[in-house]
């Protein structure tokens, strides 16, 4: 039986390994391709060693075009998903705490409301939502982007809500004799328990945001104001020779801040989404 196990076991991690090497393959294939020429990269060569290492791929990438260099798309991109996840983060947990934790007339319907709004795919919105920023004179602009985050997410709102089910109410009860109120409670008690649903947020949203392509192909048509995102885009040109060698570069250094936000909080991402409250 030992012996039987011991085979299972191997045969388990060993097919892990494969198909996780097959998932981040084409991850791998990317950053090799930021090392390697043009004429190598179009060839197809599966490997992910270069023939002739080209470091200048990172240096062409990062002087960017148009005199814009990519420190000021990284800087567009870091400022647009700060403050987009930031507001997502507030807004939502303050809906959440009131469907979730406050009595009040008309709540259902409102979460009904909020459900029924994670059922429409972005594409239904999108024009209309255009239409309705370029009459208030916002387009082209930042805040089509960012002010929409500052009305919470269905998504995250509904995250949270499922959190705050398993914090006990008697928290509420007990504070509320000692004259808490509303306010002092969600900042207090909920706010402080409710670390993990936040910090997973966090990381959902940073990425979501920091990877969007259509909104700012929507909304932002100034150059100098374009994102990581659509920067990388500007590689490819029809009418020219695309450098996909400085394309790669950029993707690969693109991938960092999402890169280190996974690895600094991924105990709490697996924590928010795994518990639904206190333990014990």
């Known amino acids: 039986m ?92 303050l809906v959440a705490y009131a469907l979730s934790r406050v009595r009040f007339r008309g709540r259902k319907f409102w979460f009904t409301c909020m459900i029924a709004t994670m059922l429409l795919p972005g594409q239904v919105i999108m024009i209309p939502s255009y239409l309705i920023w370029h009459r208030l004179g916002l387009v082209p602009g930042y805040l089509p982007l960012i002010i929409p985050n500052f009305c919470g997410q269905a998504f995250f709102i509904y995250q949270m809500m499922q959190f705050m089910s398993g914090i006990p109410r008697e928290l509420d009860e007990a504070a509320t004799i000692d004259g808490c109120s509303k306010y002092s409670i969600f900042t207090h008690i909920i706010m402080p328990l409710l670390k993990p649903s936040i910090v997973t947020t966090v990381i959902i949203q940073f990425y979501w945001k920091w990877d969007d392509y259509m909104g700012p192909l929507l909304y932002l048509s100034k150059p100098q104001s374009y994102t990581v995102s659509l920067a990388i885009k500007m590689f490819a ?44």
Request: no cysteine; aromatic share 14%; glycine share 10%.
């Open 2 to 93: 030992k012996i039987k196990k011991r085979v299972t076991k191997t045969v388990y991690h060993l097919f892990v390994v494969l198909f996780g090497m097959l998932m981040i393959y084409p991850v791998l294939w990317m950053i090799s391709g930021s090392f390697k020429d043009n004429a190598e990269i179009l060839r197809g060569s599966l490997g992910l060693f270069p023939e002739n290492l080209k470091l200048t791929n990172y240096a062409t990438g990062w002087s960017g075009f148009g005199g814009i260099s990519f420190t000021t798309f990284f800087k567009n991109s870091i400022i647009i998903t700060a403050i987009a996840t930031l507001g997502t983060v507030i807004s939502s947990a």
């Open 237 to 280: 040109d029809a009418s020219s020779t695309t450098d996909y060698g400085a394309m790669f570069a950029m993707s690969t250094l693109s991938l960092i801040p999402v890169f280190l936000i996974f690895l600094f909080f991924n105990r709490y991402l697996v924590e928010g989404i795994g518990t639904s409250g206190l333990k014990g």
